[in-house]
């Protein structure tokens, strides 16, 4: 089929947003953790944020940009690592320390730019095209050899909407921390003033490291390639055929799929954790799975995060800002994933996966992740519900549409609050492949709840 060309952007302003006058950070070092180190070589976090706006760009530039400038300037004072420059101090290779290097003198990137594209195609939940997508992302730029950490990007869409898409370094914090930020300057952009209730806590100490996990972590890498048959997946296809598709599993779809879950381990009686996030998990699995066209002798892995403020002792605060992710991998052959019972084993492989999580697994958690990196069978899922991502309001309402962007046409996926109350899903696939994905995800929907 003809592939859409993508409508250039008209660079309005480039500029870069430091902290206020008087303002200096309360840090001017910040060690990386053995959390922090893991996600090194990750690409960026690259989210967007639509919102209807029916103005044109001249009203934007002279009555919204001027208090969002100011309100990123009062909210990065507070989030100042976002701001610095990550640096080794010692070591060589795979043992290299590093931190984050902060002074009064840090700003980041701030671009506005003008797109002639349809907003409100970009906003529907069926497929947009990843080439369409992508322009609307900042990119995080390197100077010398210190990469930029966190960068944005407003665009504006003139009598239709805005963008604000945001970049950010995963090895500088998690997507807790991160939308804890964006929540933040919202907040302050609505008020005029940051609130001090919202300050993170910016605290390297409240994660010591007795038994020197960060330079396991740091040494950590795949022992082995993909095996000839693991490397049988399609291929991708090029990034111009590569579509981004959200679908929604509502509060009854959970609480239907919920029950035919725990009504088969109960006859079973099998006991594991089954919350909201391990049902979708599930079902989204599957259909992605089935929609691949992987062959029947394949084992597949599920790989999402999970968060460890909680689970340390002692705990760490809500508002840490950093990095507290680990990797939760669940793993299931594909002819128990595909079965009958596939529902119901798939979400046992991911609830069990969860009840294994603890601080003492770490090392054997993160061996078994980096041994799947590679492996074409192995699906990343990026977000979390719990981030309230549809609450982030500047003043002129909440989103229309939140999108994760992949980094690469990896195939990834990502989860969300939905508008409506239940689970957004994204999905990142070759056409053909969403084409496939749709049919699997929303034919079963029919089947199971008609």
Known sequence: MAISSVPSLRIIESTSIGFPPGSTPSLTSIPLTYFDILWRRIPPVQRLFFYSFPHPTSYFLSSTLPSLKSSLSLTLANFFPLAGVINPISGTGKDTKYVIYCTENDSVNLTVAESHDDFHHLTRQHARLVSH???LVPCLTKCDESKQLFAIQITVFPDQGVVIGIAVDHTTCDGTSSMQFVQSWAATCQSGIFDSSSVPVINRSLLPDPSDLYSFVSNLGPKKPPSKEESQAPPME???DVVLASFTLTPDHIQGLKGLILGEAKERSASFHCSTLVVAFAYAWIA?????GFESNNKHSLLFPANFRARLQPPLPPTYFGNCVGACLAQIEFDDLASKNGLFLTAEAIGKSIEGLSVGKLRENWIKTVENFGNPCMLNVAGSPR??????????????????IPGSNTGAMAVADSKQGGVEIGVVLPRRAMDCFEKYFIGGLEILFS
Do not use: E, Q, S, T
């Not at 992605?288 to 691949?292: G, P, Y």
């Open 133 to 135: 997508l992508k322009p």
């Open 238 to 240: 090029p990034d111009a």
């Open 387 to 404: 981030f309230k991502v549809y609450d982030v309001d500047f003043g002129w309402g909440k989103p229309v549409m939140v999108n994760i």
């Open 288 to 292: 992605r799975v089935k929609a691949h």
